[in-house]
Antibody
Framework: QVQLVQSGGEVKKPGASVKVSCKAS????????ITWVRQAPGQGLEWMGW????????NYAQKLQGRLTMTSDSSTSTAYMELRSLRSDDTAVYYC???????????WGQGTLVTVSS | EIVLTQSPGTLSLSPGERATLSCRVS???????LAWFQQKPGQAPRLLIY???GRATDIPDRFSGSGSGTDFTLTISRLEPEDFAVYYC??????????FGGGTKVEIK
């Protein structure tokens, strides 16, 4: 069965970086892109960006450009999201999801809570 | 950037009633790329509807999606206790940036 398993929660200080992993199983990894979405406490869903796991092409939300990098490793079927220069308003649950470009995001990871606090 | 506006913000209904949720898009989009998600507290979103009206795998047929252009609707024909949750519409596809609506909370009256 399709599964996306994310790395564990993180606590970071303002200005630091965080890298969240998303390990996929149960399907052919290069056949579907990976979308990253975040959700601040008590708030709605925010689209962060998408990566093609086939060729590494990316699309990022404009507000995160310059701080966000998405990568993927087909040898381990794992996608990564790195966010730099963290601020308190980056505190959120970060989700990875399969698809999100030509197909809707049908499988989601369990979420990773990133807390940014001094 | 395309903006998705969901209404109402909160819908108070009883089990067995019909729920009608609206998603208005700021510019005409292809219904091919309009989805609906359900989210319960502490859980990841769950895909309900893709392509405006296609039901995702294992989604009960009481959930239906419709609409085109700038106006889309999610209908739950008869609310079950497990349907009380927050619902988001989402424009996905090949023209980023992609966006979510602000959500509609369906609560027990």
């Amino acid at each position: 069965q399709v599964q996306l398993v994310q790395s564990g929660g993180e606590v970071k200080k303002p200005g630091a970086s965080v890298k969240v992993s998303c390990k996929a199983s149960g399907y052919t990894f290069p056949n579907y892109g990976i979308t990253w979405v975040r959700q601040a406490p008590g708030q709605g869903l925010e689209w962060m960006g998408w990566i093609s796991t086939y060729n590494g092409n990316t699309n990022y939300a404009q507000k995160l450009q310059g701080r966000l990098t998405m990568t993927s490793d087909s040898s381990t079927s794992t996608a990564y999201m790195e966010l730099r220069s963290l601020r308190s308003d980056d505190t959120a649950v970060y989700y990875c999801a399969r698809g999100g470009r030509t197909v809707a995001s049908d499988y989601w990871g369990q979420g990773t809570l990133v807390t940014v606090s001094s | 950037e395309i903006v998705l506006t969901q209404s109402p913000g909160t819908l108070s209904l009883s089990p067995g009633e019909r729920a009608t949720l609206s998603c208005r898009v700021s510019q005409s989009v292809s219904g091919t790329y309009l989805a609906w998600f359900q989210q319960k507290p502490g859980q990841a979103p769950r895909l309900l509807i893709y392509g405006a009206s296609g039901r995702a795998t294992d989604i009960p047929d009481r959930f239906s999606g419709s609409g085109s252009g700038t106006d889309f609707t999610l209908t739950i024909s008869r609310l079950e206790p497990e349907d009380f949750a927050v619902y988001y519409c989402h424009h996905y596809g090949t023209s980023p940036p992609l966006t979510f609506g602000g959500g509609t909370k369906v609560e027990i009256k």
